[in-house]
């Protein structure tokens, strides 16, 4: 199906296809002792949003297609790709840390430490922030290059040979969700794409729910909720950290914020450089710290610990679920969306996914709930994303139409709704199962108290 006009595009594709994405870093594995060999913990998998792109089958269901059913049409919602930093991370917290640094060089002789004598000669990844900030990195690109072809073979039975100007892809108008979803669009079609190709949705406030950016046009939304709850643990565990490496460096005096921005700089260089000599500088238990941190700062932000998240992620819900509903023949059976990152936890609330039971506190700030479902490294590293695919089922078990959600490739059953094939829902249940998880919570206009005039409770892109 896929013809690819240039070598250039031949030799990516044949890179790529030949492992993955993320054959392009180093993962930096932590193990314990000689008699436990079965233990391998992966930092690049506990980083949250920083993490490069990873497949995270906790319910061990197949995500191959169920014997008897093929896919004949499904939406997808995507975050893009690994961009050299976010913003508010560079200049709250990693910026302070390598400002501090820098003044301190000709002071402390960094080389006495063996985990910090590699900063005698290091240089950040990020060398023009004005330039870099928000950007997409170059394994970024290939990321969501990976991801069309992936997508254009999966689903090779419902995507045209030549896919024409009448097959759309929207993304939000920042630049970083633009050039990951014109990647995507040229690892979909063999040919290169650029962003006139995309379709852009505005992320101004007067767009009200009509928008993939719903946070930017909430009136209510505030982007620092959750952050007094993730410092009370920040301050928690990186204070055993700071007591430790200062025995190591005497001089420098690390603060809560250096541990973060240390942790975060791990990810961000992963993604620019293809490794990170800051991974190695802390423990396994460490990481967990760091993860449970962001899972804090996400749950009460974008998360069930905020009225605002599933008013906010619904209108996508609804008008996905009204067109996987749909009974009339289109030209297109395969919709993407590119987004930023808080659009999926938004969504994945709106569904009742990765909800933990209220019989005990979801985020204890003095331990770490280690049985928790919420773990954003599980649905927003870089190029994250939700799956509703609507299965054609005709077997012996099972007839009919039945929708099936994927997170980053791996089936996640909803509550309550799992009697098809794989753990899907059947489609009159699920189209019940969206109506109810509407009910349940304000309109957008309503939970946001906007204060503009032509608001909108609705998605209304899709054709």
């Known amino acids: ?76 919602l995507v975050r893009h790709g690994s961009i050299y930093a976010n913003d508010y991370d560079y200049e709250h917290t990693i910026d302070p840390f390598l400002k501090r640094f820098q003044s301190s060089l000709s002071q402390i002789d960094f080389s006495r430490s063996q985990e910090f004598a590699f900063l005698q000669s290091w240089n950040s990844p990020i060398s023009d922030p004005n330039e870099q900030l928000e950007k997409l990195t170059k394994s970024g690109r290939l990321e969501a290059f990976h991801l069309g072809t992936q997508l254009a073979y999966r689903y090779r039975n419902i995507i045209p040979d030549n896919l024409d100007a009448s097959f759309k892809i929207w993304a939000s108008s920042s630049n970083r969700t633009k050039q990951s979803a014109s990647s995507i669009l040229s690892g979909l079609s063999g040919k290169e794409k650029t962003v006139d190709d995309v379709s852009l949705i505005n992320e101004e406030k007067n767009q009200g729910a009509n928008t993939l950016s719903p946070t930017k046009t909430c009136s209510k939304f505030n982007i620092s909720s959750g952050s007094e709850q993730a410092n009370i643990w920040l301050e928690h565990y990186t204070s055993s950290i700071i007591t430790r490496l200062n025995n190591r460096i005497s001089g420098f005096q690390f603060s809560a914020n250096d541990i973060l921005a240390m942790q975060e700089l791990c990810g961000y260089e992963t993604v620019i450089r293809g490794s990170s000599p800051f991974c190695q500088i802390f423990t396994s238990d460490e990481w967990l710290s760091f993860e449970y941190y962001f899972d804090i700062k996400y749950y009460y932000s974008f998360g069930y610990g905020s009225y605002l998240s599933a008013s906010l992620g619904m209108p996508w819900v609804v008008a996905s679920s009204e067109l996987l509903n749909e009974t009339v023949t289109t030209n297109q059976n395969l919709y993407i969306n590119v987004v930023h990152r808080e659009m999926l936890p938004l969504v994945l609330t709106a569904l009742d996914l990765y909800n933990d039971s209220n019989e ?49 490739s791996a089936p996640q059953p909803l509550p309550g709704c799992e009697k098809g094939p794989g753990a899907s829902c059947p489609l009159t249940q699920f189209m019940d199962y969206i109506k109810n998880r509407d009910d349940l919570h304000d309109d957008f206009s309503k939970a946001c108290q906007v204060n503009y005039e032509n608001s909108t409770d609705v998605f209304t892109f899709f054709p």
Not at 5 to 32: D, K, Q
Not at 53 to 64: I, M, R
């Open 360 to 408: 005990n506190p979801t985020f204890p700030l003095d331990r770490i709930n280690y049985r928790r479902a919420w773990r954003s490294s599980q649905f927003v590293p870089f190029l994250g994303h939700i799956a509703l695919e609507r299965l054609q089922c005709a077997s012996s078990s099972y007839n009919g139409k039945f929708i099936r959600i994927l997170v980053n």
């Open 1 to 76: 199906m896929i013809r690819y006009g240039n070598l250039r595009w031949m030799l990516l594709f044949l890179l790529l296809v030949e492992g993955n994405a993320n054959s392009l870093f180093n993962s930096p594995i932590l193990t314990a002792d000689a008699s436990y060999n079965s233990y391998k913990f992966n930092i690049l998998h506990h980083l949250t949003a920083i993490s490069p792109y990873f497949e995270s089958d906790t319910n061990e269901l197949n995500p191959g297609l169920p014997i008897g059913c093929t896919v004949d049409k499904v939406v997808y």
